[in-house]
């Protein structure tokens, strides 16, 4: 079936929700929503914390203070200039969702709540500061609810269950993109002046992760396949609280709110590695001491996790505050945290890396900032670059919110001077012969078994800690599985409803993503933020203060530099 | 533990009626049961079908039938249901295909009951002001994840499919007791109408389905009280 909008969006996430809210607020713009969920399933849903902004509600804050904990979070490799608009633009955009009926916490003046969150500071880095606007810790799932239910009021159309497969480009504009309806499985073409991707993340490329088992990179790994390249892949972040075993995502809320960390001992150990921060020093940090707790024997029980402490905050702060952190581990580990301790280990969080974009989400296509008209990106899957080497909690609610609007009131404007491009052809053979070979192949290869390899390989080599010897085996083995996935089969032959088809797309999503991961790992000789090599300790900027661009080319891939923006704070030691 | 699992499969375009197939499975006792899923779908039957999403009980994704009663795959475990565990997708709506339902026809109701914050008046610079007070009179109701556990768990529903249910009322009341909300009437209409509200016999299966905890019974109660008071 063919479709015609001037934009559509394919991501109905909260960055895709806001984009959608600017297209929908502009009049005589036909707009569609593409998602492979139904909206309100999107992983935003899932964030606890907060979304950071410097209102100055509780205390003296400013927006600069905020640009400069992002820059020194990301360890410097932050685009600066784009941090600068992201940090004054979270103000506006958080009264937008409060103005849309975002239900955020209260102070007793009835203005917006904040709280502490890790590497927010004030004047500098010299004390953590109240910055982190929350609706209890259901944050992200407010936003999304709340984007969702205007988005109902405005009348925005939705695709919801449509998986996309393809994005078609032609004469070097973006123009169109092929999807599934995933109730019959007919292929539909929807063609547009204008796309977004705004896909989220791929947290699912490691066996430790708090990302829902859809976040699986499809939209970055289907640009990179058309041959945009992606920037900064090797910076992900491992967050520590996640639930033993499981993952799931413990709120840095909770250390916000005097949640402590301890070893075996019962000690507090953030004291002997960040003396001024603690248990508040950025993720990566965190992640990394722990992993040092854990290999100086200080695990519990000289086990392979440590402990996240509440007992000390009493009932009412973690009933109150934390409830739903509190019902997770009452559920999933039995354990109360009230009273007592809950185990936790890092889990695979969040891609700082991403499809190149500039500030108003349009796709770059090379490292020489060469735009590809009418495609945008946003939200977790772009990389604009706000993160650098290490985001900080709070500043993805910030990003989507705030790069989602631009990129959709660049869209806004963009369309209404645009033309159609013309579609080739045929746009949809690929995608046609890619879903019937998988319905037609009798025997072969399991997608489940490749996945569950290529997971363990990538917590145990390409994770908190890397070197050459683990990046260089954890590229040959996923080599293995490309070429066995080559032969993957699948039983379900239905075309109706098939969603062990779609799973088995999305294995190889994450096969191709995994491959730029540690190709950008292995060229990146140095430690920065989320990424730590363990045969090159230390930061270097000499060599590396630049992004890499990873290209899938035909001879493999290939890989990139373009330098960082620093028009505000000259790179320091980063110490908490 | 070794489980025994029936789970009813149905697809329409393939079958005459639903059917159960039966899996035998070895499981931790504290795997969730969306773990026993995806083991059987993963390791036994690629064509076993269900939604999924976050896999931590914040989606909303996979409500469905265990043992008779609705739960969300993902946030119950094994040890608590048992060797025995029969599933079967939530009653009321079309199903799709084995543990997936039309959830089409859920979300119109949702929508009919104008889901939204309605406020006019201008914007302020900054925020609209609200007491905590204000902020704790809707509190419960904002904590709705679309599930559907509770509309397709309530008798009156099941004998009406036209009634809005409990899901929609909800989320009506997230906006009725929202301070800056002004809605007023023109939602109350939608409401007290015909499949309305007072469709609802305070039977309690919903508040039992409810995965996040919100008392929808009660909240259902609030609700009529309102809508009386306000009349009167
Ligand atoms: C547990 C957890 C807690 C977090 N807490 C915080 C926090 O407190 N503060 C903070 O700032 N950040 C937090 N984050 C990070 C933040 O929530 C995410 O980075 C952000 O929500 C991503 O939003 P998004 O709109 O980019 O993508 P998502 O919300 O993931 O949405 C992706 C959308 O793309 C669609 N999609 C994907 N593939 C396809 C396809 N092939 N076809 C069609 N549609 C597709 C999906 O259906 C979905 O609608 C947290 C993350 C996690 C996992
Ligand atoms: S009220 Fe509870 S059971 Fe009903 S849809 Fe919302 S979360 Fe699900
Ligand atoms: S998978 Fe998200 S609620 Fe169960």
């Not at chain 1, 944050?139 to 988005?151: D, K, R, V």
């Not at chain 1, 599934?180 to 073409?189: C, F, Q, T, V, Y």
């Not at chain 2, 029969?86 to 997936?100: H, N």
Request: glycine share 8%; with cysteine.
């Amino acid at each position: 079936m063919y479709h015609r909008f001037d934009a559509i969006v394919v991501g109905a996430g909260g960055a895709g929700l806001m984009a959608a809210m600017q297209l929908a607020r502009t009049p005589g713009i036909r707009t569609a929503v593409i998602s492979k969920l139904y909206p309100t399933r999107s992983h935003t849903g899932a964030a606890q914390g907060g979304i950071g902004a410097a209102l100055g509600n509780l205390e003296e804050d400013y927006p600069e203070w905020h640009t400069f904990d992002t820059v020194k979070g990301g360890d410097y490799l932050v685009d600066q200039d784009a941090a600068d608009i992201m940090c004054h633009e979270a103000v506006e955009s958080v009264y937008e969702l409060e103005h849309y009926g975002l239900p955020f916490s209260r102070t007793p003046e009835g203005k917006i709540d904040q709280r502490r969150f890790g590497g927010h500071t004030r004047n500098f880095g010299e004390a953590p500061v109240r910055r982190s606007c929350f609706a209890a810790d259901r944050t992200g799932h407010m936003i999304l609810q709340t984007l969702y239910q205007q988005c109902i009021k405005r009348e925005v159309e939705f695709y919801s269950e449509f998986q996309l497969l393809d994005l078609i480009i032609s004469e070097g504009v973006c123009c169109g993109l092929v999807v599934l309806n995933i109730k019959d499985g007919e292929i539909h073409i929807f063609h547009a002046k204008a796309i977004l991707f705004a896909t989220g993340g791929f947290g699912r490329a490691w066996k430790i992760t708090s990302n829902a088992l859809s976040n699986t990179g499809d939209g970055v790994a289907i640009a990179f396949r058309r041959g945009i390249p992606l920037e900064d892949m090797e910076l992900y972040q491992f967050h520590p609280t996640g639930v033993y075993k499981l993952g799931i995502l413990l709120t840095e809320g909770a250390r916000g709110e005097g949640g402590i960390l301890r070893n075996n001992d019962g000690e507090r150990f953030t004291e002997r590695y960040a003396p001024t921060l603690l248990d508040l020093a950025p993720r990566d940090m965190v992640s990394r001491f722990i992993y040092q707790e854990v290999k100086e024997g200080r695990g519990i029980n000289g086990s392979d996790f440590v402990h996240l402490d509440l007992t000390h905050l009493g009932a009412d702060v973690v009933e109150n505050k934390l409830p739903d952190l509190a019902d997770f581990v009452r559920v999933y580990l039995g354990v109360d945290p009230v009273r007592e301790l809950i185990p936790i280990q890092p889990t695979a969080h969040y891609a700082m890396g991403g499809i190149p974009t500039d500030v108003d989400g349009r796709v770059l296509m090379d490292e020489s900032n060469t735009v590809l008209p009418g495609f945008y990106a946003a939200g977790e899957c772009a990389c604009v670059s706000v993160h650098g080497a290490n985001r900080l909690g709070t500043n993805s609610l910030v990003d989507i919110v705030v790069f989602g609007r631009r990129a959709g009131k660049h869209m806004a404007a963009y369309v209404q001077e645009a033309p159609f491009t013309e579609l080739p052809r045929t746009p949809d053979d690929e995608a046609r012969q890619q879903v019937s070979a998988l319905l037609s192949r009798e025997r072969g290869e399991s997608a489940p078994e490749i996945r569950e390899t290529l997971q363990e390989e990538m917590m145990d080599k390409v994770s908190v800690v890397r070197s050459e010897q683990t990046l260089q085996s954890a590229r040959k083995t996923v080599h293995e599985l490309q070429a066995r996935f080559a032969q993957v089969a699948i039983q379900d032959r239905q075309t109706w409803y098939n969603s062990e088809l779609l799973e088995t797309l999305e294995v190889g999503y994450l096969l191709d993503l995994s491959e730029s991961i540690i190709a950008g790992a292995l060229a990146r000789q140095e430690s920065r933020g989320g990424h730590y090599r363990e045969d090159y300790p230390e930061r270097d900027d000499t060599n590396f203060l630049r992004h890499s661009f990873v290209y899938n080319t035909p001879d493999g891939l290939r890989i990139a530099h373009k330098p960082v923006n620093i028009s505000k704070f000259e790179p320091k030691e980063r110490k908490y | 533990m070794q489980v025994q699992c029936k789970i009813r499969r149905y697809n329409p375009t393939q079958d005459k009626k639903p059917y159960f197939s039966v899996y035998e499975v070895r499981m931790e006792p504290t795997d969730r049961v969306l773990d026993l899923l995806n083991e059987i779908k993963w390791k036994l039957d690629g064509t076993l079908t269900y939604r999924r999403s976050c896999a931590h009980g914040v989606c909303g994704s996979d409500a469905m039938r265990i043992n008779g009663r609705n739960r969300l795959a993902c946030k119950v475990l094994v040890r608590d249901i048992g060797q025995k565990m029969t599933i079967e997708p939530m009653m009321g709506f079309a199903v799709l295909r084995d543990l997936v339902v039309d959830m089409e026809p859920f979300f119109e109701k949702y929508k009919a009951v104008k889901p939204y914050l309605v406020n006019d008046d201008p914007a302020p610079v900054t925020e609209r002001l609200q007491t905590p007070e204000e902020r704790a009179a809707y509190d419960d109701t904002t904590k709705c994840i679309l599930c559907a556990a509770c509309t397709t768990a309530c008798p009156p529903f099941w004998s009406n499919p036209d009634f809005v249910g409990p899901a929609a009322l909800v989320n009506a009341h997230r906006f009725i007791f929202d301070s800056r909300d002004k809605a007023g009437a023109e939602r109350a209409d939608v409401i007290s109408g015909r499949e309305g509200v007072w469709r609802c016999r305070t039977v309690f299966n919903c508040t039992d389905a409810c995965p996040r905890g919100i008392q929808v019974t009660n909240v259902m109660e609030e609700v009529k009280r309102k809508l009386l008071y306000d009349r009167a």
